[in-house]
């Protein structure tokens, strides 16, 4: 089953529902990516909010537009708050987002990522080892890095998808976005983007803004990847290695909303 | 009342104030800002340290020249060790300063900050929403994002300097910081500071630098204000968007005490 | 003793090294500094992971080809997550860095960083007050900032280096390496660098990933600290500010290893 391609309407139309919702995102999120995860965020127009407590997730996930949860970092207190901020979030029907960083080496939270399936994710976003890992297909990757491609990861995703009725976004230099049934390729991005932590971790925080979105879901995760994408292409050419390559990816980011 | 205005030759003096008397600021930060606040204070010749374990903070507020304490991503273990370093703080006649983030919405920190005030901040630095919820006539803003304009939030801002004796700073597209009776109003600025992450949280380290200097505290507070704005302007003209901004924002700031 | 100086066919030999290596580097670091180290390991070539809890560190160590201990923003949870990191490191002959930040003033680190040298780490990377502190030859110095000049420090990292038969890495206008017999000097970098937070913090976590490279181990640790000042003095170059220098820095760490 060859997988659909984003159409640039679909993009332009997904940017436009951004820059006119400023979607309000609850982040739990690791240590390492907090700030650019934020300033991502800021540059689409959304509005992020980093709450953790687990007195306080719980309300603060029924505020939010959407909730991400990312185990980058996660402790046993922080698996807590998550849980409540994601049971919350469901009781208030609120979408939110699974991204298992590193998940499939590290038993606590490779157990705790397989109990939160149990809650229904509106989508996993991940790189190919760790989809793999979910999906019971692998053990994971090198620490936070994937050793496989996306595309050998896509059946895996699909199965994923098919379990839990849900998205499965798998990353790599192809993005696929499946629902088990239809998938969507988008190409683009840059390999300098992987010299640049959190490029993964902040794309999880916009998948999980773009299910804020009216429309069609798949199509605009579909759409918030292609936005990644084109701006690391964008920064790319406009940096000299991975240090300018962040500034001008945020620049890239505001004018994709702006435009 | 109308407002006085700040003058140059008070700008001018603090940054001089800054570059002579670097003073030490220990910063208990919400996660998200941590590296961004750090390198503002480092920017204006200021040295921030965060040390945040309960049994650490009372010894550092004591060495410290100042102390911040910003409740972004309060937990309930972090307040028992922001306690333990005011409490320090107030029996070594250091000041501090309190940042509401997000104060009104969630319970916690409402009450914690609530709280707080019986501890005599010399300075309560938030938006408007956080201001009108700490002064008991609001419910607070979204997220973290204000749902006021400072000029709105003024009269609160007075009533609570009056009720505990505080500096309130209110800001927005003019800040205002008052003691309840004089009032002094900061224009500049640019609406791109919003969009990038922290821009408030480093105005509140900024702020608690020159609760640290010499002079009338209200005018210093008023020039830490300024001087901000000032760099954002001039940081907001050489960018192209909020990544480029940052940079520029830090380079300005390093300028200000440079010259 | 005069101390030798590094060649540039040993710093040529280390970044290529860096390049065909990428060594994974297991970072507990603080909270300022986790985006900057992981950007300045990623930039090199190396693979930053940043695993916290205490269930999980055991398990990460064992994996990484080299951990490091920064104590910067230390709790006691954290504490023990590290104990337990660096008792798995030693078990599966994993080298471990230690960064002692602001040792000496407070007694929760300091008491921890004299435990942990009985755990023998490969080095000990600090500033001058803090290598003094940890030697047990002052008091520590100013928050995190050194009182002291690397050269005054020079005699303590040799006794402790002597001590526990470890490297010693002496940082300051002049970077010291050493074992206790021999010891090499590394010159350059610039002022500019204390201006933005985490330069001493990433060039412990670059110190760390060059523990896990082959060859005398002392000449890569040179060579790790050479690579660091002399992508300081490009950046100074081609910056105007403490802005502008991180993204011109990590470009040109990023071009140290290309070229």
Redesign the interface.
């Known amino acids: 089953m060859q997988p659909d391609l984003l159409t640039s309407a679909q993009l332009a139309h997904t940017s436009h529902l951004f820059r006119t919702h400023s979607p309000?995102v609850h982040c739990i999120t690791?240590?390492?990516?907090?700030?650019?995860t934020?300033?991502v965020l800021?540059?689409l127009g959304a509005?992020?909010?980093?709450?953790?407590?687990a007195?306080?997730t719980p309300?603060?996930a029924a505020?939010?537009d959407a909730l991400l949860i990312n185990v980058?970092?996660?402790?046993?207190e922080r698996a807590g708050a998550m849980r409540a901020a994601i049971e919350s979030a469901n009781a208030n029907h609120k979408p939110w987002v699974l991204d298992p960083v590193?998940v499939g080496?590290?038993?606590?939270?490779t157990e705790f990522c397989h109990q939160l399936l149990a809650l229904r994710p509106a989508v996993i976003r991940g790189n190919a080892s760790e989809i793999m890992a979910l999906a019971g297909m692998s053990q994971g990757g090198?620490?936070?890095?994937t050793t496989d491609s996306a595309s050998a990861a896509l059946p895996a995703a699909q199965a994923l998808a098919r379990q839990i009725s849900t998205l499965v976004v798998v990353t790599g230099e192809v993005d696929y976005v499946t629902d088990g049934h239809r998938t969507v390729a988008v190409e683009g991005g840059d390999p300098l983007m992987?010299?640049?932590?959190?490029t993964g971790c902040a794309l999880s925080a916009v998948v999980t803004a773009s299910c804020a979105l009216p429309g069609d879901r798949l199509d605009n995760v579909a759409a918030a990847c292609a936005m990644m994408k084109r701006a690391g292409q964008t920064a790319t050419r406009k940096?000299?290695?991975?240090?300018?390559f962040?500034?001008?990816?945020?620049?890239?980011?505001?004018?994709e909303v702006k435009a």
């Open positions: 309000l690791n240590d390492v990516v907090q700030t650019f934020a300033n800021l540059a509005s992020p909010a980093m709450v953790i407590d007195e306080e309300q603060f505020i939010a980058g970092t996660l402790t046993q590193a080496a590290l038993t606590l939270r090198r620490g936070v890095d992987t010299r640049v932590v959190g940096s000299e290695g991975p240090g300018s962040v500034a001008a990816f945020l620049d890239a980011l505001y004018q």
